[in-house]
C-alpha cells in the first residue's frame, strides 16, 4: 500500500550516492577468482547485532542476509522477504519470505527464524547497537511460516530503513546457531557461529591476518555469487595500500584516504576511483553543559564555561571557522563546506552553510558581547585524536584561524579510546573536538548522537526542541512534509549550534580495472554479490 | 652448568611475574576503557556497568590480577573483551611470524656488521674504515619506518611489484590458517624487505660496537703471538680476533631484542604483516587488556630466555667462562 510511497521518499539519495558501474557491466559476468580486498582498520568483532566498526557492517553485508535491502537510489530490495505491504496507518508492516532462504547450516529462514532476530536485538541484554532503531516495534507476529508482521507503537517513517540499513540493517542469524552460541563465539568469528544467509559463508577470521569467506552455493539468487572467494586483510598505512594497489596485490580498497587519492590517480590511471555526496559530518563539536554537581553524567547541568553561552559558540563554530580553508588545506578541495547537521550527501539536507559565513569582525562582535576581548582574552582546548590524520590538520588549521580573531586555542592530541571515554562515556571536560562521526542516510540515524537522552550526545547539550523535531520529522509519512520539517530543524540547528559541522567527510573506494559489477553504496554497503573479475 | 641453568629458568619466574605486573597496573592506570570501545555506539552506562562485572573489571586491581594469574596458571591466556578471541590462540598464530622477522633481522645485522667492523677495525684510519664506519653512522640514524617506506618505493612500486609490498607468506608446513599461502619463495619474497628495515638500523649499531671491541682485541698479546706464530691474518682475524670480540656484541645482541620487538611493531604496521608487533600495538590501543597481558607475557618470555641463551653462549665464544 504505502510501499512504494516510502520507497520513493528517498530518490534524492540519487543525487546523494554516486552508483558506480563501468561499462564492462553488460558483459558476461565470469564466475570464479578471489577478490582480494584491504581495509584501513581492523574488524573489531564479528558479532552482527552488537559489534561496533564499519568493517564489522561490511562483513555483515556479505555474510548476512536480512529481510530487505537497499538501493543507491533509496529504492528498498527484497532479500529474504520477496515482498511486502504497510497498511495505510503505517503501524502494521506485513513481509512475505521466500520459500528458498536457507541459513548456512542448513536450516530455513522462516518467519519464526526471523522473529528469533528481532526479539534477540530488542532483549536489552544483548546490548545490540540497532536495538534503539526498533523502540517503536510494539510486537513481531509469525502469521504462518512464510508470513511475518511487526506492529508499531506510532507511526515511524523509517521501520523499512532500520531494517534494510541502519548500520547494518536487520542481519539474520540461524536460531539454531543464536541459541547454540554466546556473543563471544560470534564476536570472535567462529565460523559456525556465524550461521545467517547471505551470498558468502564465513570461513575464517583471524584477527590480524586476514578474513576469509565463500561462496554459499545454497544462496537464494541462482548464480550469484559469481566470485568463489573473498579474501579481506588490513592494511592500515596508506602508502602500503598504494604499493599494494599498485603491484595488483589488492583488487579492492575499502576507505581509502583522500588525501592520498591524487597520488594514487597518478600511479594507476586506470584505477576506479569510487566515490559520492559526502554523508559523513566533520565536526568540531562544542560542549553545551557539564555536570552542575561536578560528577560526569549527571542529570543536572550548568552551562559550559566558555561554549554555554550560543553568541561564543557561534563566534567560533559560525564566523570565527573558515569552512572552505579547512577544505582547501586538509582535504586539499575534495570535501564541501558545511554546517548544517545534515550532511551534504543524507536525505532531505539542506545548504545552510550561508548562515555561517566567516566573518572575523562579526566573531570579534559577538565575543566582545560576551563579555572576551584584549582584557579577557578566550582560551580554550580542542580535543582530538590519532585516529585519522585529518583531524589534526584540521585542528591546527582551526588554531590559526582561531588566533586571527584574538582566541587562543590549544590542541591536545589523545588515542582514540581515550577520546572516547572523554567524550563520550565519562561525560568528559573537553571544550571542543574535531572528529567525524557517521555516516547518515537519513537525518532520523542522528537522533542517537544527538538527542538529549542519546549517550553520544557528546555537546551534551538539553534542549527538548531537538528531540522534538526528530519526533515530529520520524513521525511524519509525509516526505513533502518531512522535508519541510528537515529544513526548519537544520536551520534551528545552525543557529543554536549545538553541532557544529564544518564539512563534509568523503568516502573513497579505489578498484583494479578488473573489478567488475560493484556497485557504490559508500559506507552503508560494501557488497559483493555480483563482482566478477575480468583479469 | 645444569645447575646454573636451571637456576636461571627458575629466576624467569619472578621476573616474568614483575613484569606482567608492572604491564597490569601500568595499562589500568592510562585513560581509556576498552568497554567504551566493545559498545562503541550501543554505549550506554547501564550495559558499561554490566559488561564490566562480566569481565571482572569492576574488582579491585589486585582481585583482577589474581584471576589472571589464576586463570593463566590453568594454561588460561584469557579472551580478548574487544573480539571475544582466545589470547592465546591469537598468540601462537602470530608468534612465528615476528619470530622470523627478529631472528632474520638479526641475521641481517650480522651479516652486515661482521665484515664491515673487520675491515674497520684491519684497515684502520683507510677509506674503507671511514665507509664502513660512516655507513653504520648513517645506519642508526634512520629509523626503521623511514627505511622500510624506502624500501617499499623502490621494490614495490618502483621495481614493478618485485618484492610484495605487504601481508604474509608461511614457511611450508607452518600454516596457522585453515587459507593461507605457504612457500618457501613467496615466504623469502615477504620476510626480505621487514628483515632488512629491522636489521639495518642494528647492523649499524653493532657494526660501530664490534669494530670497537675488535681494535682492542688485534693489539692484545695472543693476537701479536699468533701472527708470530706465522699464522696467516685470516685465521688471526677470525679464529683469534673476532671470536673474542664477539663476546659485548653477543650481549648487546640480547638485549637488542628488546629493541626489535619494538622495532617490529613500526615495521609489521608498514608491511602489515599478521605478527606479535601490531597483535601488541592494536591491543594497547584498544585498551584491550588481556590481549595487553598476553603480549606482555610472551614478549618478557621471550627477552628473558634470550638473554640466558646469550649468557650461555659465552661459554662457546670464551672457554675460560664457566658457569658453576
Known sequence: ?535 | MRVYILKRLVEIVPTVLAITFVVFVMMRSIPGDPVVAMLGDAYTEEDAVRVRAEYGLDKPLLAQYGIWLGKLAQGDWGVSILSGRPVLQDVLVRLPVTFELIVLSMGVALAIAIPAAIIGAVRRNTWADYTATTIAMIGVSIPEFFIGVLLLLLFSIGLHGLLPSSGWAYLPGTCPTVVCSASLLGNAQHVLMPALALGVGRAALLTRLLRASMLEVVRTEYVTTARAKGLAERPVVLKHALKNALIPTVTVMGLQVGFLIGGAIVVETLFAMPGLGTFGIDAIIARDYQQVQGFALITAVAFVVINLLVDLMYTFLDPRIRYA
Open chain 1, 1 to 535: 500500500m504505502r510501499s512504494a510511497r516510502l520507497s520513493t521518499l528517498f530518490l534524492l539519495l540519487l543525487s546523494c550516492i554516486a552508483t558506480v558501474t563501468s561499462p564492462a557491466d553488460a558483459q558476461t559476468p565470469k564466475r570464479g577468482g578471489t577478490l582480494r580486498v584491504a581495509y584501513g582498520n581492523e574488524i573489531s568483532g564479528l558479532d552482527f547485532h552488537t559489534t561496533p566498526g564499519y568493517e564489522m557492517i561490511w562483513v555483515a553485508t556479505n555474510v548476512g542476509c536480512g529481510l530487505i535491502s537497499i538501493a543507491p537510489d533509496g529504492k528498498f530490495l527484497p532479500d529474504a522477504a520477496e515482498s511486502w505491504q504497510i497498511s495505510s496507518d503505517g503501524l502494521l508492516y506485513t513481509f512475505k519470505l521466500r520459500k528458498n532462504v536457507v541459513f548456512h547450516d542448513g536450516t530455513k529462514v522462516d518467519a519464526a527464524a526471523v522473529k528469533a532476530n528481532i526479539d534477540h536485538i530488542m532483549d536489552p541484554k544483548t546490548a545490540s547497537s540497532v536495538r534503539p532503531f526498533y523502540q517503536a516495534v510494539h510486537s513481531v507476529e509469525v502469521v504462518d511460516p512464510s508470513t511475518l508482521q511487526i506492529r508499531l507503537k506510532h507511526p515511524y517513517a523509517f521501520m523499512m530503513h532500520a531494517l534494510a540499513v541502519y548500520r547494518m540493517g536487520l542481519v539474520l542469524y540461524s536460531p539454531a546457531s543464536l541459541q547454540k552460541y554466546g556473543p563471544e563465539d560470534r564476536r570472535s568469528g567462529k565460523p559456525e557461529a556465524e550461521a545467517s544467509c547471505g551470498p558468502f559463508k564465513l570461513v575464517e577470521w583471524v584477527k590480524g591476518s586476514q578474513l576469509v569467506m565463500d561462496r554459499f552455493d545454497k544462496y537464494y539468487e541462482p548464480g550469484i555469487p559469481y566470485l568463489d572467494r573473498v579474501i579481506i586483510r588490513t592494511i592500515k598505512d596508506p602508502v602500503t595500500q598504494m604499493a599494494a594497489f599498485k603491484a595488483g596485490e589488492v583488487d579492492f580498497i575499502v576507505d581509502f584516504s583522500a588525501d592520498h587519492v591524487d597520488t594514487l590517480k597518478a600511479q594507476n590511471p586506470r584505477a576506479q576511483i569510487l566515490t559520492g555526496k559526502e554523508a559523513t559530518p566533520m565536526v568540531a563539536m562544542m560542549k553545551v553543559t557539564v555536570p552542575a554537581d561536578g560528577k560526569p553524567g549527571a542529570k543536572e547541568r550548568a552551562p559550559h564555561p566558555i561554549f554555554g553561552d550560543v553568541k561564543v559558540r557561534k563566534a567560533i563554530g559560525c564566523f570565527g571557522i573558515d569552512r572552505k580553508e579547512i577544505v582547501k588545506i586538509a582535504f586539499k578541495g575534495q570535501a564541501t563546506p558545511w554546517a548544517g547537521i545534515i550532511p551534504p550527501g543524507t536525505a532531505d539536507t539542506a545548504d545552510v552553510t550561508s548562515a555561517c559565513p566567516y566573518d572575523q569582525t562579526k566573531a570579534k562582535a559577538l565575543l566582545a558581547e560576551a563579555g572576551y576581548g584584549p582584557q579577557k582574552p578566550l582560551t580554550f582546548e580542542i580535543l582530538t585524536n590519532t585516529d585519522k590524520a585529518i583531524f589534526n590538520v584540521i585542528a591546527t588549521v582551526i588554531k590559526e584561524q582561531l588566533a586571527r580573531i584574538g582566541v587562543t586555542a590549544n590542541i591536545r592530541i589523545v588515542d582514540k579510546v581515550t577520546w572516547l571515554n572523554g567524550v563520550v562515556a565519562k561525560d568528559g571536560p573537553f571544550d571542543m573536538y574535531v572528529e567525524d562521526l557517521a555516516a547518515l542516510l537519513v537525518i532520523d540515524q542522528n537522533l542517537y548522537l544527538s538527542g538529549t537522552t542519546a549517550a553520544w550526545n557528546s555537546a551534551r547539550h538539553t534542549d527538548t526542541k531537538v528531540d522534538e523535531f526528530y519526533a515530529r520529522y520520524a513521525s511524519e509519512l509525509d516526505s513533502a512534509k518531512r522535508k519541510v520539517i528537515a529544513k526548519e530543524f537544520q536551520e534551528f540547528s545552525v543557529d543554536k549550534l549545538y553541532w557544529n559541522t564544518i564539512s563534509g567527510s568523503p568516502f573513497y573506494e579505489i578498484a583494479q580495472p578488473w573489478m567488475k559489477g560493484y556497485v557504490y553504496q559508500a559506507e552503508f554497503k560494501v557488497r559483493y554479490h555480483q563482482v566478477w573479475l575480468d583479469r
